[in-house]
């Protein structure tokens, strides 16, 4: 069932470590029912007395039937907010959010698709491969990350994939390097229709960058801080070209975190272009 996000107080079923990262499920049906590959959802973090006001935001990896649907994130510790979601039990309850944003587009008739993650950015691709796959898709993933302890999913990825190109920059895994030094070839190999890819925004700027110069479209699903997670406070907007040519800053939250590539203002991001709608040099309503 598609529609409106829903907010709830899921129930933590289970807590896993996955090498470097954390893994929670929690049941929460409403969300679970409306969730589409690439979807996110935010939550509250550190407990109802807590001084972290904003929620956190993350992508969802997979949903499952189970309890009436859970809904499993994946994450790295990287300060406070993620350091109290490590340390939830089974039991526990978390105020989450979702699903939010704008999911990612599915093609029309069976292609070749090439799925690229970096590090644990990767976790909303396997419900990905599996929408694709429903659909007679051929999928190929390239996954990479700095060590091997923080490449995610390359088991599932070999189980699902009729290829799996691994890369680590220490060459603890895989090919040495990173998942733009092996995309050509991959592309060219499965001679694919079709990039889609998650990851740090070098990530995706390196890939959307492999995608434009061999021809053919990628959609990217960026990372930008969130604070609300429902477009009201402008944190996560990044710098996007429209169908009319003009650049608009737009909210990752709302109007992503799902974009063509090629329509991304990589360079720009974290900025506000000067030719953007608005600025000095851009048009104005």
């Known amino acids: 069932m598609a529609g409106s996000p829903v907010q709830v ?9 996955v090498d470097a990262y954390h893994a929670l499920t929690v049941v929460a049906p409403g969300i679970a029912d409306r ?13 109802r007395d807590s001084s ?42 978390l105020d989450m959010v979702g699903p939010l944003g704008r999911p990612f587009p599915l093609p ?35 996954l990479g990350a700095p060590s091997a302890d923080r490449v995610f999913g390359a088991l599932r990825a070999r189980r699902m994939g009729e290829t799996t190109t691994l890369t680590t920059e220490d060459g603890s895994l895989g090919m040495r390097g990173k998942v733009t030094d092996v995309l050509p070839g991959v592309i ?7 990039v889609y890819a998650c990851g740090p925004m070098d990530t995706l700027r390196g890939v959307t960058a492999v995608a434009v110069e061999l021809g053919i479209p990628v959609q990217v699903a960026v990372e930008e801080s969130m604070a609300c997670g429902i477009g009201v406070c402008m ?7 429209g169908d009319d040519g003009v650049t ?9 975190p799902v974009f063509r590539g090629e329509r991304v ?12 709608l608005g600025a000095p040099g851009g048009r104005h309503v």
């Open 35 to 47: 969730f589409r590959p690439g979807h996110f959802v935010t939550v509250a973090v550190g407990g």
């Open 248 to 256: 608009r800053m737009v909210r990752a939250c709302t109007e992503g």
């Open 108 to 142: 029309r008739d069976p292609c070749t698709c090439v799925l690229v993650g970096d590090e644990h950015g990767a976790a909303p691709l396997f419900a990905l491969g599996d929408a694709l796959q429903q659909r007679g898709c051929r999928i190929d993933f390239v």
């Open 235 to 241: 944190t996560c907007v990044v710098p996007v070209i």
């Open 9 to 17: 107080t899921g129930t933590v079923l289970t807590t896993r470590r």
């Open 188 to 194: 060219a190999d499965a001679r694919a229709d079709a």
């Open 265 to 276: 203002r990589f360079d720009d991001v974290g900025t506000i272009p000067f030719d953007a």
């Open 52 to 93: 972290m006001l904003t929620r956190r935001a993350f992508t969802i990896h997979d949903v499952k039937p189970d309890y009436g649907g859970t809904v499993e994130l994946v994450f790295g510790v990287r300060g406070a907010g993620t350091a109290w979601l490590a340390d939830l039990r089974a039991r526990d309850t």
